[in-house]
């Protein structure tokens, strides 16, 4: 187990591959946020039937380009009662999980280079989901420290909504990703592609249920629409990033779309397969990066066409989808696979198994309902919003 | 498909018509009686119209134009009246294009044309003067370099003054009744309401859209 690159002991080789391997992936994820943010816009502008970006470089492509590098030349504000040193470490906070969750995701096969084998692949750690997850619970921090060292009240009610929503959410695509872990029975992030292989992508063998309650629970972990009450203009000016300008804003900015970036990257590691595809004899080391980017291309493009679509949801629609229904269809779906995989491992009848989980769920779907209409009752004025 | 269909409509949308152009290469043409920069027109023997009454800095709500008049030098005359705009300034800092000026002028000496595309990086380039406001000897307005002129514009400068020049009386609808300016000669009158409605029908619904 393991990335081979370190069997034989560390030398120069070694550290210079690893130091490649850092470059072309903190290289590929600012290209990658470049590219996001214009084809956000691209793609966003033609469902809206307008025209979008059209007038840095051809097709607009340098648009981000540009406004980056108007974003370093502007003023960097800081408010008079922020709290100086965390408003300047927020911003580092958001950025550095960001590029850290890549670390872990398998984006090709294994590769030689200068006799040694490697895998394309940062890290390898047999805890590689474990720290995704912990790389998005430090995300939070950046969005709540910011809103809090604001010192101002939009920031901070952005940032009470990002940790609370960032929470919720939190633990249905927990139990999303547990059920993958089951799927591969490791933590790590090239067991769980390599347990895919052939075709059998977690997306239907876990049936479709963790994938999209994934998707729902990545799409507001990432603050973005339907999800982004966190920085709803219309309420909260920009949320907990109104008191940022210049290159601080930038990272945020930077770090949010490269959240996009990694999360599809992490969707296409745990439910897609990763870089598995057809393989093809000619440049077999290059096809496998070619699947990858094309499943992340999709990925990239539903974030897209989800925004150009939903309208943004209200604060208690969010919560009752967060816990009354994604945590408890995830942590049902999580036991029933769990119930699936012993039965077949002790031999048990699987229609059996199967009608005993359909009924038991049915069971608790109605206790579910039954509370859920109790607390209303309990509640009113709380079930009159 | 109940939920879905947002996301069918939206999808659907990505190889539809656009309703937005690319503005800056591509520019859709200007209503009839859009107030742009002014210019100041010449009868057609180089005559300048402007007889330096001042009605136009008097109408003037935003008082952004000053005019001094002065008597006709007898061996050359500038404007075929007793007098002439001897100073004509416009500031385009404060002109607001209510085009009253326009209304106000007894001699159509000033009318506006379609160019709204016009920006300074300096407040003395915002103050237009005689030597910038009057027209070529071709009739056309003067192009400055900070100035937006799409060929075809030129042609714009003065077509849509009839409806609302003292003539513009409705019992004068289709009657010529202003003098010629250089280079066009007499313009044609506007179109009567009934046939210019007509003309203005959009062909079908959201007939303005443009593939991309």
Redesign the interface.
């Known amino acids: 187990m393991g990335d081979p690159l370190f069997e034989e002991g560390i030398d120069l080789a070694v550290v210079l591959i690893v130091a490649g391997k850092v470059l072309v992936i903190f290289g590929f994820l600012l290209v990658a946020v470049l590219f996001m943010v214009w084809f956000e816009r691209k793609v966003i502008s033609d469902m809206q039937s307008r025209i979008g970006p059209n007038r840095a470089g051809p097709w607009g492509l340098l648009q981000t380009l540009a406004d980056g590098t108007k974003l370093f030349f502007k003023e960097d504000l800081m408010p008079d009662r922020a709290d100086r040193r965390v408003f300047r470490l927020a911003p580092f906070l958001s950025i550095v999980p960001a590029f850290a969750a890549f670390a872990v995701v398998p984006f090709g096969g294994t590769i030689s280079i200068a006799g040694h084998r490697t895998h394309l692949q940062l890290a390898d750690p047999p805890v590689g989901v474990l720290f995704l997850l912990a790389m998005s619970g430090i995300a939070v921090y950046g969005v709540m420290l910011a809103g809090w060292a604001s010192g101002s009240k939009y920031p901070l009610l952005g940032s009470v909504r990002a940790s609370a929503q960032m929470v919720s959410y939190e633990a249905a695509m927990s139990l999303a990703i547990a059920t993958a872990v089951l799927a591969a029975g490791s933590l790590s992030t090239r067991d769980i592609v390599i347990a895919q292989e052939g075709w059998r992508w977690n997306l239907w063998v876990l049936g479709v249920v963790p994938f999209v309650v994934f998707i729902i629970a990545a799409t507001a972990e990432l603050n973005r629409p339907p999800f982004d009450l966190v920085e709803a203009e219309q309420e909260l000016v920009g949320g907990f990033h109104t008191e940022y300008a210049s290159i601080s804003f930038a990272l945020f900015f930077l770090a949010e779309f490269m959240n996009t970036v990694t999360m599809s990257a992490i969707a296409v590691t745990l439910f897609l397969g990763g870089p598995n595809g057809p393989r093809i004899g000619f440049l077999p080391d290059l096809w496998p990066v070619v699947w990858f980017m094309a499943k992340l291309l999709l990925f990239l493009f539903a974030y897209v066409w989800l925004r150009a679509t939903l309208p943004r949801f209200r604060y208690d629609q969010l919560m009752d989808l967060g816990w009354k229904k994604l945590i408890p269809l995830s942590l049902y779906w999580l036991l029933l696979i769990a119930a699936l995989r012993i039965g077949r491992d002790q031999g048990w009848n699987a229609g059996v198994v199967l009608g005993v989980g359909v009924a038991v769920g049915g069971v608790g779907w109605a206790v579910l309902g039954a509370a859920l209409k109790q607390g209303a009752k309990v509640q009113p004025a709380e079930a009159a919003t | 498909m109940g939920y879905l269909d947002?996301?069918r409509?939206?999808?659907k949308?990505?190889w539809?018509?656009?309703?937005?152009?690319?503005y800056?290469d591509v520019k859709r043409p200007k209503p009839d009686r859009f107030h742009g920069r002014h210019v100041l027109n010449r009868y057609e023997d180089g005559m300048e119209k402007c007889i330096g009454c001042e009605l136009c800095a008097g109408v003037c709500p935003a008082r952004c134009i000053y005019v001094r008049g002065a008597d006709n030098p007898p061996d050359a005359p500038v404007s075929p009246g007793e007098r002439y705009g001897f100073v004509y300034e416009i500031n385009y800092l404060r002109c607001i294009h209510c085009d009253l000026c326009v209304e106000a002028c007894p001699t159509e000496a000033i009318t506006e044309s379609k160019l709204f595309e016009f920006s300074f990086t300096d407040r003395q380039d915002a103050i237009y003067t005689k030597a910038e406001l009057v027209v070529g000897d071709d009739g056309h307005p003067r192009k400055l370099p900070w100035e937006d002129w799409r060929p075809g514009d030129e042609e714009h400068t003065s077509a849509w003054v009839r409806a609302t020049a003292p003539s513009g009386d409705a019992t004068f609808e289709g009657r010529v009744g202003w003098s010629a300016e250089l280079g066009f000669g007499v313009r044609s009158p506007e179109k009567d309401q009934a046939s210019a409605a007509e003309s203005q029908k959009p062909a079908k619904p959201g007939g303005a859209r443009k593939k991309?």
């Open positions: 947002g996301f409509i939206t999808l949308q990505m539809g018509d656009r309703v937005t152009n690319a800056p991309r």
